[in-house]
T-cell receptor, first 109, second 114 residues
């Protein structure tokens, strides 16, 4: 199987920290990417984890544990502009990205 | 550097018709992927082209086809349109290797089938 599971919706407060989890099936797994998509916009790349561990880019971090088939995106110091959908996507050996259904992040003031 | 462009941005067709969508990748990017996105859904992979060859194909019927030209521009075609084909069609370009690390998306073509 190739599916990815992520929560459909997460709500958080401005200034807080939120974690969006993603579990995946391991067949042919190469790495895990995260993308952000604002309503009406195109997805934009946030991060990629090819190895276990934490990748940090400013307020955003992404984590991967291959042994647990699990990753997460961590957003710190949430801002209203972070309200968007976040997708995890797994890369497989065929250069193909398989996408999760997305997590809608709702930020309240 | 110009981003990925897609034309047209919006399209309205009726059932049974066919449609052709176009995508121009970022200069130097030779890999182009196409996706279908419906409300509340993730991106469903259609196909990927690299150097004018289809390298991967998703789980879509044969009504969906594509091609890539020598300048890396790509087109996708949907024949015999069905109501369920109404969606946002996104194309993404990337460097050839590894293409899965970072894809750059165009604004999409929103197709409505009546």
């Amino acid at each position: 199987g190739q599916s990815l599971e992520q929560p459909s919706e997460v709500t958080a407060v401005e200034g807080a920290i939120v974690q969006i989890n993603c579990t995946y099936q391991t067949s042919g797994f190469y790495g895990l990417s995260w993308y952000q998509q604002h309503d009406g916009g195109a997805p934009t790349f946030l991060s990629y984890n090819g190895l276990d561990g934490l990748e940090e880019t400013g307020r955003f971090s992404s984590f991967l544990s291959r042994s647990d088939s699990y990753g997460y995106l961590l957003l710190q110091e949430l801002q209203m502009k972070d309200s968007a959908s976040y997708f995890c996507a797994r890369a497989d050996s065929n250069y193909q990205l398989i996408w999760g259904a997305g997590t809608k992040l709702i930020i309240k003031p | 550097k110009a981003g990925v462009t897609q034309t047209p941005r919006y399209l309205i067709k009726t059932r049974g018709q066919q449609v052709t969508l176009s995508c121009s990748p970022i200069s130097g990017h030779r890999s182009v992927s196409w996706y279908q996105q419906t409300p509340g859904q993730g991106l469903q992979f259609l196909f990927e082209y690299f150097s004018e060859t289809q390298r991967n194909k998703g789980n879509f019927p044969g009504r969906f086809s594509g091609r890539q030209f020598s300048n890396s521009r790509s087109e996708m075609n949907v024949s015999t349109l069905e109501l369920g084909d109404s969606a946002l069609y996104l194309c993404a370009s990337s460097l050839p290797n590894p293409s899965y690390n970072e894809q750059f998306f165009g604004p999409g073509t929103r197709l409505t089938v009546l």
